[in-house]
């Protein structure tokens, strides 16, 4: 999603309890697409069943949670993210049996659970919204969300200006049951997906039943999506500019980021709170249930608002998975996002690929400047070296990190989809996202042979590039040097060793330009984001490395786009 800012937020309340040490202040997650990653029943699709086979994997890979994106009743118009049913499983991904065991195994394993929660639009195939339009004007359902008259003579006009961040108007008119031209109805995103109005209170209601529903099967905690998005200004006022996603990230937004957005979380916060110490028992079952925020605003410092000690633990740190390969540009966004995250007490968040984004062995395969959405494949073996030394890069800072399904083999995007195959149903509209985000979406190789190297029975639902098996896990597993063998050392150490993940801070040591160094305890890092390999001083033992390193008494020569680990 592309999002946006407001007027300033409201502070806390007075009352706001602390962030406590939380196993997510240095937490390691792993993003699953649902039907990209494990297909089990053999149709083509991943389902939660294949997910549950693979959780061994997971769990082998080190990481602390596992992070689920949609697998609730869906029409599948926009990938999931437009739900007709909250408390269902989607047929295509299984049953409420398969989630209830999908979350027991992870918990035994010493996994935890994080599912999406999609709050601020539902699919038009919504109970609610269906009745709404059946019952026509008048209907009390029409309440919960936006239904307004349109303007000009007859109401031919959307109520006002706002644009779909999918492109086009943000407004479908309707028709009344009579077969008379009806209201509009707001979507901020697709026509399938209307949005809730959250100044309604059997909305709000209905979130917090759902919160309970899924905090009693026994998630660990919701990522929410658009979670800048819920409450939209009063009056739902004209932006008076056209083309607006050139806006997004730099003007105020009347339907981004508005105040009344912080009440809901912290209402919601009191409930994760009360889940979190209502058992006794130890281990991922119990305690620390956690909100992370999907809130695109233009800075970090606007993010911090979102995980102020009474509302959510955790929010993606976009600007960083923005930043280009340049010393420079990473070592300010590095200290931007510390600064901003330490007065509310919230670990910072690192992240590189994800769902949305072309993979970032691609991007960094590229020029630089060219933003989250490339097109051309690049240079795949400076992009894969870059994302090594990336990788190694993220694992060292201080905060918790996030690793997209596939990222840890090294997949760069799949940037020559034909069009025919194509899925995304931004790529199906004229204007707004670009619509190329099938390239990261390509289900994930296992073993290097079969139809569909390991990823289930019955093919794959997108076309996997042919050597796609040369990067699977059987390819990987014990290949020292490997980048999944690199990931599973990285989590390792970083998990044994206390200079990596806690803290709230980095020391900065002298670097040549190009590079960055800094320290922590017991630890320092280097990075030469340069295109030549330069003469560095030694600076403790090798832990890790991301390309090998020649020694030399008292110095190293660190190669191009190399990240090393040093304990001291």
């Known amino acids: 999603m592309t999002q946006h800012l407001a007027a300033p937020s ?37 389902d939660l069943a294949g997910v549950r086979s693979r959780l061994p994997y997971l769990r082998d890979l080190g990481v602390d949670a ?69 019952e026509g004007p008048g209907s009390a359902l029409r309440d919960r969300y936006h239904f307004r008259p349109g303007k000009g003579e007859h109401g031919e006009l959307p109520p006002n200006d706002w644009e779909s961040v999918f492109g086009g108007p943000a407004w479908t008119r309707t028709t009344n049951p009579d077969g008379s031209p009806g209201d509009w109805y707001l979507h ?30 026994g998630v660990d905690g919701f990522r929410v999506d658009v979670a800048h998005g819920l409450v939209k200004a009063p009056g739902l006022p004209d932006i008076g500019s056209r083309d607006q996603l050139k806006l997004l990230g730099n003007d105020v937004m009347p339907f981004f980021d508005q105040d009344g957005v912080h009440e809901v979380y912290r209402s919601w916060r009191t409930i994760l709170d009360e889940y979190s110490v209502k058992k006794g028992a130890e281990g991922p079952s119990s305690g620390g249930r956690i909100l992370v925020a999907e809130a695109w605003t233009p ?20 600007q960083y998975l923005a930043t280009d390969w340049d010393a420079a540009a990473l070592r300010g966004v590095i200290d931007t996002s510390l600064a901003a995250m330490r007065p509310v007490g919230a670990p910072t968040t690192w992240v590189l690929s994800n769902h949305d984004v072309t993979r970032h062995a691609t991007r960094f395969a590229n020029p630089p400047g060219l933003g989250t959405q490339i097109r051309t494949p690049g240079d795949r073996e400076l992009g894969l070296r870059r994302a090594r030394a990336a990788t190694l890069l993220m694992l060292a800072l201080p905060g918790s990190a996030y690793v997209y399904q596939g ?53 794959s639902w997108l076309p996997q590039p042919d050597g796609w ?93 190399t990240t090393v680990w040093w304990t001291v």
């Open 10 to 46: 409201t502070g806390p309340s007075t009352d706001a309890p602390a962030h406590q040490n939380g196993w997510w202040q240095d937490a390691v997650i792993y993003q699953v697409y649902p039907r990209s990653f494990a297909d089990g029943n053999g149709d083509g699709m991943g």
């Open 66 to 134: 596992v992070w689920l994106s949609p697998f609730y009743a869906s029409p599948q118009a926009d990938a999931g993210y437009d739900v007709s049913d909250y408390r269902a499983i989607d047929p295509m991904f299984g049953t409420l049996l398969d989630a209830d065991g999908l979350i027991r195994d992870a918990h035994e394993l010493g996994l935890r659970i994080i599912v999406d929660l999609v709050p601020n639009h539902s699919s038009d195939r919504h109970d609610w919204f269906r009745r709404a339009l059946a």
């Open 188 to 217: 901020l995103f697709a026509p399938e997906q209307p949005d809730f109005d959250w100044e309604h209170p059997a909305v709000a209601d209905e979130f917090r039943s759902i919160l309970r529903f899924w905090l009693d099967m």
């Open 299 to 318: 800075t970090v410092e606007r993010t911090a608002h979102y995980v102020r000690p009474d509302e959510m633990h955790q929010a993606f740190n976009f």
């Open 407 to 459: 990222e840890e083999l090294g997949l760069p995007d799949v940037t020559d989809l034909p069009d025919e195959v194509r899925q995304d149903p931004s790529f199906f509209r004229a204007e707004g996202q670009d619509g190329f985000r099938d390239g990261c979406r390509v289900p994930i190789p296992w073993t290097r042979d079969g139809g569909s190297y390991g990823f289930g029975s019955g093919g």
């Open 469 to 561: 098996g040369e990067l699977s896990v059987e390819a990987q597993t014990g290949v020292p040097g490997s980048t999944l063998e690199l990931y599973r050392a990285a989590i390792a150490a970083r998990r044994a060793h206390p200079g990596l993940g806690a803290g709230d801070s980095v020391e900065w040591l002298q670097a040549p330009e190009g590079l960055l160094v800094f320290a922590r305890p017991g630890f320092v890092c280097t990075v030469n984001t340069t295109d030549r390999p330069v003469r560095i001083p030694v600076r403790g033992d090798v832990l890790l490395s991301s390309a090998p390193v020649a020694i030399d008494g008292a110095e190293a020569d660190l190669p191009a786009d």
